[in-house]
């Protein structure tokens, strides 16, 4: 397993591009199962996780060939022949549930493993199988598999989600775009990750409206054709490298990169004092004077502010001029990363589901461990930061949803490299 160590080296300057994103990706891939024709993502981010679902699908006898160095990905599911997508493939990502709702509306059966909790929750599914057994399904929970069938196809069906789930959405969203009748998705998910998903449905021939709000209305139809659809702007990506030049006192453009993805993030940037502008080509972030403010931060659903931004804001957060809470709304542990900055000198104190961070003048580098996949670049963010070297050891978890990291960032300067353990 390979290492990143990251030593302090001032301000950064320059741009850094922003890939498509992971999560968006990751519920556009399983599309392909709803129709017979070829599906085309472009702008496909490079990245572990879009490799695991390759192989899910594959699993499931559907082509994916990977091109243009993995940017392009051309799917067909003409000829699946597997409605089982195995625990050893699923437990390494939880977002292989999302074949279920595809296989259901196509085939009318799906196995699927139980994906398991993962490291900052336990991450039930329940609200997925609540979903489709609205829309008709019947389920059956036996050896650590969901079994599910469902007679005369899935059937259009109103459903309110008891909280909101981007996942059980995305679920819903795709079995909905095949089942006979209309249904009506209320406190559904607002992420423009589902906004994406629902723009290539529609361009499959799905009928959809409502993507982006809370209210998401699907009329079936009996089949959907081939499309080809660009992965809308990893917001994500784009949020935590608006931090690099932030703590480090630098400006650096983040390409691709806009405000609509990233508003509350931004408005709370802009709160701490961090200057912000919008361009032709992307997102021009600089910080030049000193040490943010300290603010206080809450997790949400869409637009509220990101829990996967948390862990990186955080970082910044610990650099800052004063105390801040973060309140994590979303998962039940998602502070893993709090050690390991305690370990660089930050000072926090986490109570529940509340860290109150207090700045500090500069962290110090030292040996850290990856946790999860926003706490290893959470680390990584500190290192540009502190004085000396920081060792990030189980890199794995950052090559799952960063491509590149120590070119993107060495290209504005930073000390940054990889070195096998
Ligand atoms: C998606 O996970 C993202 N993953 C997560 O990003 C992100 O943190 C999360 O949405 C929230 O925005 C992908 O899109 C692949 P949820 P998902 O269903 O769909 C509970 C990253 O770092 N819940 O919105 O799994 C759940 O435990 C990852 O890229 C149930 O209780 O999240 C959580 O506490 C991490 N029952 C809350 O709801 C269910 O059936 C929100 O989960 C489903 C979820």
Redesign the pocket.
């Known amino acids: 397993m390979d290492k990143i160590v990251v030593t302090g080296n001032g301000p950064l300057k320059g741009q850094i591009p922003i890939a498509g994103a992971?999560?968006a990706c990751?519920?556009l891939m399983p599309a392909t199962l709803l129709s017979e024709e070829p599906l085309t993502l472009t702008n496909a981010p490079r990245l572990s996780d879009i490799k695991t679902m390759t192989t899910l699908l594959a699993s499931l006898g559907a082509e994916v060939s990977s091109l243009q160095d993995g940017q392009v990905l051309a799917m067909s599911s003409h000829d699946i022949n597997n409605h089982t997508a195995d625990y050893d493939i699923v437990r390494k990502m939880?977002?292989s549930i999302l074949v279920l709702g595809p296989l259901l509306a196509r085939y009318g059966h799906a196995v699927v493993s139980l994906p398991g909790g993962c490291a900052?929750?336990?991450?039930?599914?329940?609200?997925?199988l609540k979903a489709l057994e609205a829309m008709g399904a019947e389920l059956e929970l036996k050896d650590g598999y969901i079994h599910a069938k469902v007679s005369g196809g899935l059937k259009g069906a109103q459903f309110e989600f008891p909280?909101?789930?981007?996942?059980?959405t995305e679920n819903a969203l795709m079995a909905a775009s095949l089942a006979k009748g209309t249904t009506v998705l209320k406190n559904a998910?607002r992420?423009p990750?589902i906004v994406d998903l629902v723009e290539c449905l529609i361009k499959m021939g799905a009928q959809i409206e409502g993507q982006g709000s809370s209210t998401i209305t699907v009329q079936g139809v009996d089949r959907l054709n081939g499309a080809t659809h660009p992965v809308v702007t990893d917001r994500?990506e784009l949020g935590t490298y608006m931090l690099a030049p932030v703590i480090t006192g630098g400006e650096v453009e983040l390409l691709g990169g806009r405000r609509n993805l990233v508003d509350t993030f931004c408005d709370k940037l802009e709160e701490a004092g961090v200057s912000i502008e919008e361009t032709k080509t992307g997102l021009k972030v600089k910080h030049a004077n000193g040490r943010v403010k300290a603010v206080d931060v809450t997790t949400e659903?869409f637009p509220g502010f990101?829990?996967?931004l948390q862990a990186q804001m955080m970082a910044l957060l610990c650099t800052s001029e004063g105390t801040s809470e973060l309140h994590e709304t979303?998962?039940?542990n998602r502070f893993m990363h709090a050690p390991e900055l305690i370990r660089m000198g930050a000072d926090i104190e986490v109570h529940g589901g509340t860290a109150t961070v207090t700045g500090v003048q500069r962290l110090k580098g030292a040996p850290v461990m990856a946790t999860d996949?926003?706490a290893s670049v959470s680390m990584i963010l500190a290192g540009l930061a502190a004085e000396g070297e920081t060792v990030l050891s189980r890199v794995y978890h950052l090559d799952r949803?960063y491509e590149r990291v120590e070119e993107k960032l060495s290209a504005c300067g930073a000390m940054i490299e990889r070195v096998p353990e």
Do not use: Q
């Open positions: 992971k999560n990751l519920t939880r977002a900052i929750g336990a991450r039930p599914v329940d609200l997925h909280f909101v789930s981007v996942g059980a998910a992420e990750e994500i659903p990101p829990t996967d979303i998962f039940e996949l926003r949803g």
